[in-house]
């Protein structure tokens, strides 16, 4: 081997490994930023805290497709009312089964975490087992467990710009399933404590989120306060 080509190799050699540094510290520093991002939008009490992956979003997209061409075993399994049709668009149905508009308090602006942040939801508080109805009608996007908010459910409306969030769930009603379209009214579940909710205050946590067509339904996104469309006010 020549001179010359000693010389060669070990620049080539050289430069090969500070690529590869290059690239690897690239990749590293870009997952640190990554994931401090995710934790800075971890939202507030009984919210999702997921570990969205690109694997997600495409599974829920697939079984989408595929739910939405089947029939729908759930769909007979309402509380027997007929107001799914009668109702006008945007009017919103209690989603407990029994619980008045005079039941209602307005918890949205409660504090949270010691006065860190608001709780942005409506509790509505009801004895264990008691049904929980679709307060409008969408899709169901996710049946998700997070720690906060045990069993949880995310219905996307049809112009996908709003999301109701329904958590501590006891069960969720049977059979019901991701990419499942439900009218409103419809039977979702049950009332519990599951995840942060206290064991002696069974209740359902239920927001509404403004967020935009495209946007994931783990995204940050703006929550309205329920209270005023539940009691008509
Ligand atoms: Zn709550």
Not at 45 to 67: C, F, I, L, M, V
Not at 99 to 126: K, P, W, Y
Request: hydrophobic letters at 40%.
């Amino acid at each position: 081997m020549s001179i010359i080509d000693r010389i060669l190799t070990i620049i080539i050699t050289a430069t090969l490994t500070s690529a590869v540094w290059i690239i690897a510290g690239g990749s590293l520093i870009k997952l640190a930023e990554d994931q401090t991002g995710e934790a800075s939008m971890r939202p507030a009490e009984a919210q999702p805290s997921p570990e969205p992956s690109p694997t997600d979003g495409a599974t829920a997209r697939a079984s989408n497709d595929t739910d939405l061409a089947k029939s729908d075993p759930v769909a007979l399994d309402t509380d027997g009312s007929s107001s799914s049709e009668s109702a006008p668009p945007g009017v919103l149905r209690i989603p407990v089964l029994n619980v008045r508009a005079a039941d209602l308090s307005d918890t949205f602006l409660d504090e949270r975490g010691g006065g860190n942040r608001l709780h942005e939801a409506l509790d509505i508080m009801a004895p264990v087992g008691t049904s929980i109805v679709a307060a409008a009608p969408g899709t169901i996007e996710r049946l998700f467990f997070s720690e906060a908010g045990g069993n949880t459910i995310y219905v996307r409306s049809t112009d996908r710009k709003t999301i109701h969030y329904y958590a501590h769930l006891d069960e969720y009603a049977e059979g019901l399933k991701e990419g499942q379209r439900i009218r409103r009214g419809q039977r979702l579940g049950t009332v519990g404590h599951s995840g942060n909710a206290e064991k002696d205050a069974p209740h359902l946590h239920f927001a509404i989120l403004r967020t935009t067509a495209d946007a994931e339904w783990w995204e940050p996104a703006n929550a309205v306060n329920p209270y005023p469309l539940l009691v008509g006010r």
